[in-house]
């Protein structure tokens, strides 16, 4: 069995690292750093889409909630109002339909819509909600 101090003897005329080891371990280091970078921009990028749908979303919310507080007969009419989508941020439209539920008319349907294009692709996001006015 050798001993410690024979160990370090037979390393004693190692001088340092040859320049193939070097070059191989900074070659390791630039792939790991290269992925850790890939990740990075792919987590900016899905961060950015996140906060876009979440703003999106609150967006259609706002609105459905503004509709479900209003009277039936103003809500009837509170969509008609809009003859093109409402633009908001210049990235969103909204727009909302409200229709009749069943044969009944005390029970509204209310579908609200926002709309954006990201990447050249169109994206949307629709909440649909019945209400009986004033907030029921």
């Not at 001088?15 to 850790?36: H, P, Y």
């Not at 792919?42 to 906060?51: P, Y």
């Not at 009749?100 to 649909?128: C, D, E, M, Y």
Request: with cysteine; net charge positive; aromatic share 4%.
């Amino acid at each position: 069995m050798k001993r410690f101090s024979d160990a370090i003897l037979l390393r004693s005329h190692e001088k340092g690292l040859s320049l193939i080891e070097v070059v191989i371990s900074m070659a390791i280091f630039a792939i790991g750093f290269l992925a850790i970078a890939g990740l990075m921009v792919a987590t900016a990028r899905n961060n950015t889409t996140g906060n876009t749908l979440t703003h999106a979303t609150l967006l259609a919310e706002a609105k459905v909630e503004y509709l479900k507080a209003l009277p039936l007969d103003q809500l009837a009419n509170a969509c008609l109002d809009q003859n093109e989508p409402e633009i908001i941020d210049q990235i969103f439209t909204r727009e909302c339909e409200v229709k009749p539920l069943g044969s009944t008319h005390t029970i509204k349907s209310i579908n609200v819509t926002v709309r954006w294009k990201k990447s050249g692709n169109q994206r949307h996001v629709v909440l649909q909600t019945n209400t009986r006015g004033m907030g029921k």
